[in-house]
């Protein structure tokens, strides 16, 4: 095996940045990234290969800020703290540009639009023990150490709070050697808790778990996949409807993203009397959908599609919701289906995984649909689906970056389509 180049402390110039936020300098021996870095920077840095660790800034840029996180820089979580709003704003909006103009996509994007702090509705900790202590919080950047957390900027004030009663929990049902997962999401009914890396050690602890999950007034318990307890049933309101969240399923990060979403949704889809909404997950497109037009929804995972019809059963004043089993990956929604003899959907929503849409975009350019809305959380991917839609006879109206992932280098894009030839 090649042994690691040695580190050297070196003066460093930052030129630009680079998509995951870590700034980039140019030197003799190729490109070496420092994270925490703004572009004109003059910094001291340990180097070994194309990786730098921080050491001074010597010439800040007059962007530079002081971070708002006592925890940052060791965290994970966060990346961008030290970026003024506008330098943010504008990184994050020229993510999105670069995506497009790799695919030859040369279309206006919009101002970015800012999710606020202490927004994110959702946080995944992780839980180990080392010696008597136990660690509850975020993995450090590219390394399985944790960082035990005292406050975080980005997750809303009522998960913070339970922190320390979710560590104490962590140290009762912990092994020595193995680590937990905790996703704890904020609902109307209190905060829904689900655990996993417990394995057998499970099946000894159903009165603790059930005990803590009491103590801390949760609303559900899950481990494993398995509901411990369920006070409450844990309620999210999509569009004025109230669904059953189904433990760890996908929801939109932030209420306001989620919002800005819906807007972007009506503006897309005006017009459009039946609209295919792919990926819907629980419904949390379907139902701003279906308050102008009819719907069926399409989702891979059972639990997610059981949520989003006892979610219908209690709605009131929406359009026609039908709901459909599927694997969009292995069998997308073909040209023929869609069209389904010029009775089928004028409009189609789809917002997949990071890994896109290909194979149902490639049945949509060849359908006759007359108006998309694309989501994504990754501008790589989704540059590639609209590269295939336009191909087939779309024109990009908008794009909008949403900025759903706070202090990270991640953001949201939504892009609305319209059929043209």
């Not at 809303?156 to 320390?164: D, F, N, Q, R, Y």
């Not at 318990?221 to 309101?237: F, H, K, N, Q, S």
């Amino acid at each position: 095996m090649s042994k690691k180049p040695e580190a050297t402390i070196e003066t460093l110039r930052i030129s630009r940045l680079a998509h995951k936020g870590d700034g980039v300098a140019e030197t003799e021996t190729g490109q070496i990234f420092v994270p925490f870095t703004l572009e004109g920077e003059l910094v001291s840095a340990k180097v070994q290969g194309q990786r730098a660790e921080l050491k001074e800034v010597i010439e800040p840029s007059e962007q530079r800020i002081a971070p708002v996180c006592k925890h940052y820089g060791a965290c994970g979580g966060c990346s961008l703290q030290h970026m003024g709003e506008a330098s943010y704003k504008e990184f994050k909006r020229q993510h999105v540009i670069d995506a497009l103009a790799a695919r030859a996509l040369d279309v206006p994007v919009d101002d970015v639009v800012l999710c606020d702090k202490g927004s994110r509705r959702r946080a995944v900790f992780a839980a180990v023990k080392a010696g008597h202590k136990v660690l509850f919080g975020y993995h450090t950047a590219k390394s399985n150490m944790l960082v035990d957390i005292e406050e975080c900027p980005v997750i809303a004030p009522e998960i913070l709070k339970a922190v320390p009663g979710l560590r104490k929990l962590a140290g009762e049902i912990l092994s020595h050697k193995g680590e937990l997962k905790f996703t704890v999401t904020t609902t109307q009914s209190g905060l829904d808790v689900a655990i996993t890396g417990m394995g057998k050690n499970k099946e000894k602890r159903y009165f603790d778990l059930s005990q803590a999950a009491v103590a801390n007034n949760l609303a559900r318990l899950t481990v494993d996949g398995e509901t411990i307890i369920e006070i409450r049933a844990p309620l999210l309101v999509m569009s004025g409807v109230s669904i059953p969240i189904p433990a760890g399923g996908f929801i939109q990060a932030a209420l306001s993203a989620e919002q800005a979403m819906g807007k972007l949704l009506e503006e897309g889809l005006s017009g459009c009397k039946r609209v295919a909404d792919l990926f819907s997950g629980a419904g949390t497109l379907s139902f701003k959908i279906a308050q102008k037009s009819n719907v069926h929804a399409v989702e891979s995972e059972a639990s997610s599609l059981k949520s989003l019809m006892q979610g219908l059963r209690q709605a009131q004043g929406l359009k026609k919701v039908t709901s459909e089993r599927r694997d969009l990956f292995r069998r997308p929604i073909v040209a023929k289906e869609l069209d389904n003899f010029g009775k089928g959907y004028d409009g189609v929503v789809f917002d997949p995984p990071r890994a896109g849409a290909l194979a149902q975009a490639q049945e949509l350019a060849k359908s006759p649909v007359k108006k998309i809305v694309a989501v994504s959380c990754s501008p790589a991917s989704f540059a590639r689906d609209l590269r295939v839609l336009v191909d087939g006879g779309y024109k990009i109206k908008r794009v909008v970056p949403i900025d759903q992932f706070l202090y990270s280098p991640h953001v949201e894009v939504v892009a609305l389509l319209e059929r043209v030839s």
